[in-house]
Each structure stands twice: as C-alpha cells, then as structure tokens.
C-alpha cells in the first residue's frame, strides 16, 4: 500500500451455512460502514454453492422470520475466482470476516487466511473451533466455574430410544439445538418428550443434538471488546423479553416487533457487573481475538451462561453494536476498531 492510500479490506459474506442471509445483512452493513470510514472496501460473497465471487455485492435479504429466505444469485457476469490465490495476492491486505455459522465461524476460514497470509478480524483458528462447538466450549468454561445449565449430546445418528433417555437425564422443560449452530437455527423449548424427540430430530439434520436444562430467568446479551494483545472491554448489557414467543428463536431475533432489546438491561447493577465479569473470563478462557457476545439467564440463583459467539451479528440495530453504542462507541467506530486490530495483531 503507498503512503496515503486507504487500507484494502474485503468483506467476506454468505456462505454455505443455514445462516447465508444473516451473514449477507451482516457483511452489507460492515462494508457501507468501512467505506464511510475511508477504507477501500470490497464485498467477497460466498454463494450457497461453494463459488466464491469476488467484488460483487448481493441483494440484501429480508429475512423476517424466515430461515430460508433467499438473497439472489449472482449474475452470469459475476466471476468466480480461485479463493486462495486471490486472497494470498495484493489485491487484499486484511479480511472482514462477516461470515457466521459452519464455514466461517468454525475456524475453517480463519485457517485459510492464516495459511494465505492474510491478517482477518476476529478471533483465531482454535478460538473460532472450541466456541462454535458448544459441546467443547461448555466443557471447558465450566471447568473454571463459569455457570451453564446442565447439558447431554446426543449423535445425530442416535435411536429414539437414547434421545428419550437423554431427555429423562435433562428433564422437562428442555432446550434442544445443534452442537455447531448459531441464529437459533433449529433451536427449540420442549415441554413433553415428544415434542423433545421431534426437536431433535429436526436439529440432527446439523450434527450432534445438545439437551440443554431450561432456564428461567431474565435473559441478557454482553459483548467483549478486544482480547489478544489488546486490553478487553465489557460492554453495557442488553436485555432480551420475546413478545410473542417463549425464548429468543429465529423468528424472535429477525421479524420487526417480535421482542424488545433493551439496552442498558434492567438488571441490578451488581448483577450486570457479574454477568460482564463472566463475559469477559469466558472471552478470554477461550482465547477470543477483536470481539465476542455471550448470552446469559439470570435466574434466582445467579446469572448462568448459555454460549459464546464469536462473529455476532453486525447490523447498526444488532445486539453488539447496540451495547457499543451505549458505551459510546458508533457503528463506524466498531467496524474501524476491528480492522485496526487485526492489522496490528
């Protein structure tokens, strides 16, 4: 880059995970934001397909609720390059990951960009790996007393018979979802045994099944600024309260009026402070790099963890961006923050 000009970012959006069009809102948002910034920005969409798509913008997608909206193909004229080679060029000096789900928040492209020599936001291959499996990432936050409801994980390949008993184990209410998921993709609170053995069946469709005990309580939301070599920021919490439905699904997260964010939470002070205290352990347990947001049931008997998540959502109305703003920190701030911390890291 010569003195002077802006810094060349791309954007990578998409993806071949059920959360494609929420990365799409995502890395849309991401990319209008570093450009109103001054960075010389490019989107890099990653259809459904595999094939990569180099400086083509998507249509942003409705979601409204709906998990399987489409967000369009791209045209015959859009070329699909070689990953790699583009990305180890110089058309690139730093990657904005807006990538979520399988694909992109597992690790998988943070090990590409590390192999093309690519600085990428966000956390690093083993980070990315151990928080998007909440199988492992529980295991390992709970054995450094970080509270989170008790849990069995079944195969995706398992008899009805061992999902029941794994049920009887949990007990009445549970949670059912994917080990590797995120959007609340498949996510489900099952009141009797077969709508618990329906659930997962339906979430087995990716992978391994959590059995999760249900909680109740008031549910947060708490993003963590920084990690690594940088010192970390525990932002103001949100407070969750679905309106029509019982917990915070995919329908609740995406469809206007469907639950109210309330930022700061109402909360007890000295409870928001535990719940950022805890955010932060786990941020940093796992080795998470750029940003995090952790979810949180505060019940009667203390907050209690629920999951990490490494490349949350990045719209200016997204839970982040919300708890950044009541720390005083712009949309075009955030986004400016994460790209100067990958190209010092």
């Not at 008790?150 to 184990?169: F, L």
């Not at 996510?187 to 087995?204: G, L, S």
């Not at 600024?225 to 970390?232: C, F, I, K, R």
């Amino acid at each position: 880059m010569g003195v002077g000009e802006p810094t060349r970012v791309a954007v990578l959006m998409g993806g071949v995970s059920s959360e494609h069009d929420v990365s799409i809102c995502t890395g849309l948002n991401v990319l209008d934001a570093l450009r109103d910034a001054g960075y010389a920005a490019m989107p890099v969409y990653l259809a459904r397909d595999g094939a990569w798509h180099f400086d083509y913008r998507p249509v942003m997608p409705s979601l409204s609720g709906d998990a399987n909206a489409a967000a369009g193909a791209p045209p015959s004229t859009s070329e699909s390059l070689p990953v790699f080679e583009t990305l180890s060029g110089d058309l690139v000096e730093v990657a904005f990951i807006a990538l979520h789900g399988p694909g992109g928040e597992d690790g998988a492209i943070q090990g590409l960009c590390e192999t093309a020599g690519l600085r990428f936001t966000g956390s690093g291959v083993m980070a990315s790996a151990m928080a998007m499996d909440k199988h492992v990432s529980k295991r390992l936050l709970t054995a450094v007393n970080i509270p989170m409801p008790s849990d069995v994980v079944v195969r995706s390949d398992a008899p009805p018979s061992d999902v029941e008993a794994s049920i009887a184990e949990v007990g009445l209410p549970c949670v059912v979802k994917p080990v590797a998921g995120g959007s609340s993709f498949a996510t489900a609170v099952a009141h009797d045994t077969a709508t618990a053995v329906q659930a997962a069946a339906v979430a087995a469709a990716s992978g391994a099944v959590m059995i999760e005990s249900f909680l109740d309580g008031v549910e947060v939301t708490c993003g963590v600024l920084g990690g690594g070599p940088e010192s970390t920021l525990a932002l103001p919490l949100t407070e969750i309260v679905p309106v029509a439905d019982t917990f915070f699904d995919f329908r609740a997260k995406y469809t206007a009026a469907a639950c109210e964010e309330i930022t700061p939470a109402r909360v007890d002070p000295a409870v928001a402070a535990q719940v950022q205290e805890l955010a932060v352990r786990a941020h940093l347990e796992l080795g998470c790099e750029g940003c995090s947001r952790s979810d949180f049931i505060i019940t009667a008997d203390g907050p209690q963890m629920l999951e990490l998540n490494t490349i949350p959502g990045m719209t200016e109305t997204s839970l982040l961006p919300q708890g950044a703003a009541a720390a005083g920190i712009s949309f075009g701030e955030l986004v400016d923050r994460l790209v100067q911390a990958a190209l010092t890291r």
